[in-house]
């Protein structure tokens, strides 16, 4: 036990323990640039980068760690590098990280959600933008647990470099034992050391995943928590003391937090503008005046072989709500997507507020960048089935942050217009609660008072409604009503709610396999369906 305990604070021990961690520390790091550079060329749209990042990882994951510090020690001396052997160590054990820090990389930004970066896209964010503000913080968040098992590993494998004579704790050990004969007490002290060290790492892991954790109460209120705790005999302190003395039970507070929730009932209406008189006929009149804010002309779009939309033609002009309507697999979905550019298509035209979204004045394609930067102008907003907030933010940062970062406005005015809309769709009181803690039905309101807190002037909705529980469908609908059909939005709203339809539409636009087979005043085509498809479509929506 004494040796051990000598050989535990032997500075040449010690001292091989700060070789290890330097070459660890270093190797980690230049991994992690490495990492990030190659899981950019992995995930970028230029192929040639792609496949060069794929053949250095086939080739540096391939080979054995110890071939690579003996290649990086002697070898690049011959072609004029020659690096210590400290040097050569932390080369080799970054170049061999690289490949495995960029596979966890790539792993967790493709794990975010594809509909939050539609999202993004939506709302006019550019491709950096959605990186630095949607995917980077997920996916850092996420990709803690794997880079903890890297640092470990890294750890481990620079015993390694012994093989290239660097004094670290590995060599050290194995030198002093082949010295002493004393093998048990030596490697059983340099096992214990290292044991430390990756203890360390694991408890800087629990520390940042904490730290990071979305869940964690703000730090005040972990302190009034704390406080809390340490004074005796208040009511948080004792719970079951209050239930005593009250005679009601956690299980019935729980049940009343539950029941207001879920009741969440929407403020009165205040709409800005009076709610437009629903004489169609005068309405009609008065739309036909108005600017044409979405034109397609001939679109057609296709999936590989299949032909998804087949020469659509649609206008919609400002102010007007037009329902798309049509059995699943009709091109609904697709069409919204055609609107807003978030897909390409074959042949056709699209103009959003005169322009056409994604090309310049000479009809060539924009940069990704240019073309969000289009969509803010032009002022289109969207909102998707699985309402697609960006999970990591709170309610309120979801309306308010894209308006600081595509729309440029102040942290104070861009808070107060989310506080605003918030308000109006009765979820002032979940404004911190993060989409994860909401109901469908609240998450859909949020989506929706994001989308429109930019003012666009022309409002796409994708099925807003199907991904709900049927008792969730009224408050979004309701909420769609005040937040869009009463501000005078152009809306394009594809839906399979035929009563909202027929008390929100302007005119229904029927499609199926990929054309418009009718169209018409929303009253008309709903009472007096002209087509054959039409018609069974409707008689199987309302046995429904
Ligand atoms: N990314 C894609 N890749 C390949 N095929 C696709 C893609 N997106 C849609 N499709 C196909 O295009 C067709 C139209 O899909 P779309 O989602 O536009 O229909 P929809 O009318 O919106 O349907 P639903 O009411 O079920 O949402 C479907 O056959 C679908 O399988």
Redesign the pocket.
């Known amino acids: 036990m004494d040796l051990f305990l000598h050989y535990l604070g032997m500075p040449y021990l010690l001292d091989g323990v700060g070789y290890t961690l330097l070459i660890t520390v270093l190797g980690l790091l230049g991994g992690l640039v490495m990492g990030v550079v190659l899981a950019a060329m992995q995930l970028s749209r230029f192929r040639t980068l792609a496949i060069v990042a794929r053949a250095y990882a086939i080739v540096f994951r391939g080979t054995p760690l110890i071939l690579q510090m003996v290649f990086c020690y002697n070898a690049l001396p011959l072609i004029g590098i020659k690096l210590s052997a400290i040097s050569a160590a932390s080369l080799a054990l970054a170049l061999n990280e690289a490949p495995f820090i960029a596979e966890i990389l790539r792993a967790n930004v493709l794990g975010v959600e594809r509909g939050q970066v539609s999202a993004g896209q939506a709302l006019g964010m550019t491709p950096a933008a959605i990186m630095r503000r949607v995917i980077a913080p997920q996916a850092i968040r996420s990709m803690v647990p794997a880079l903890g098992n890297e640092a470990v590993s890294a750890l481990k494998n620079s015993s390694l470099a012994s093989v290239v004579a660097v004094q670290e704790l590995t060599l050290r050990s194995t030198q002093l034992a082949s010295a002493t004969f004393d093998f048990f007490s030596i490697f059983f002290a340099s096992g214990l050391m290292y044991l430390v060290l990756t203890g360390a790492i694991a408890v800087i892991q629990i520390v940042v995943e904490m730290l990071l954790d979305l869940d964690r109460p703000p730090p005040r209120e972990q302190l009034r928590r704390f406080l809390r705790a340490l004074v005796p005999g208040r009511p948080d302190a004792a719970p079951e003391l209050a239930v005593a003395a009250t005679g009601v039970t956690q299980l019935d507070v729980a049940r009343e937090i539950v029941a207001e929730i879920a009741a969440d009932p929407l403020p009165p209406a205040v709409p800005k503008h009076a709610a437009p008189a629903r004489d169609p006929v005068a309405r009609a009149a008065r739309l036909a005046a108005n600017n044409i804010a979405v034109e397609v002309r001939g679109l057609r779009k296709s999936?590989?072989a299949?032909t998804?939309l087949d020469g659509i033609d649609l206008t919609v002009r400002a102010g007007e709500v037009v329902a798309l309507l049509?059995?699943?697999?009709?091109?609904?979905?697709?069409?919204l997507r055609c609107i807003n550019r978030l897909e390409g298509w074959e042949d056709g035209t699209i103009r959003v507020g005169g322009q056409s979204l994604g090309v310049d004045e000479n009809g060539r394609p924009l940069s990704p960048r240019l073309t969000a930067q289009m969509r803010a102008s032009v002022g289109v907003g969207m909102v998707f089935?699985q309402f697609n907030l960006f999970g990591h933010l709170t309610a309120r940062e979801n309306i308010a942050g894209p308006l600081r970062w595509v729309q440029g406005l102040s942290r104070f005015d861009a808070d107060r217009r989310a506080r605003d809309l918030l308000e109006r769709i009765g979820l002032a009181h979940r404004a911190d609660a993060l989409p994860r803690h909401l109901s469908g039905g609240q998450q859909q309101r949020v989506a929706i008072a994001r989308a429109v807190a930019p003012a666009p002037t022309v409002l796409l909705l994708?099925?807003p409604t199907?991904a709900l529980d049927p008792e969730l469908v009224g408050e979004v609908l309701e909420v769609i009503r005040r937040l869009a059909v009463e501000e005078g939005l152009a809306m394009i709203i594809?839906t399979?709610q035929l009563r909202f339809a027929g008390d929100v539409a302007d005119r229904i636009v029927f499609?199926s396999g990929?054309v418009v087979v009718e169209e018409g005043p929303a009253a008309r085509v709903l009472s007096a369906p002209q087509h054959p498809l039409t018609m069974r479509f409707l008689s199987s929506m309302t046995a429904e």
């Open positions: 999936y590989g299949q998804v049509g059995p699943s697999g009709s091109g609904k979905s697709t069409l089935q994708d099925e199907s594809s399979h499609l990929g």
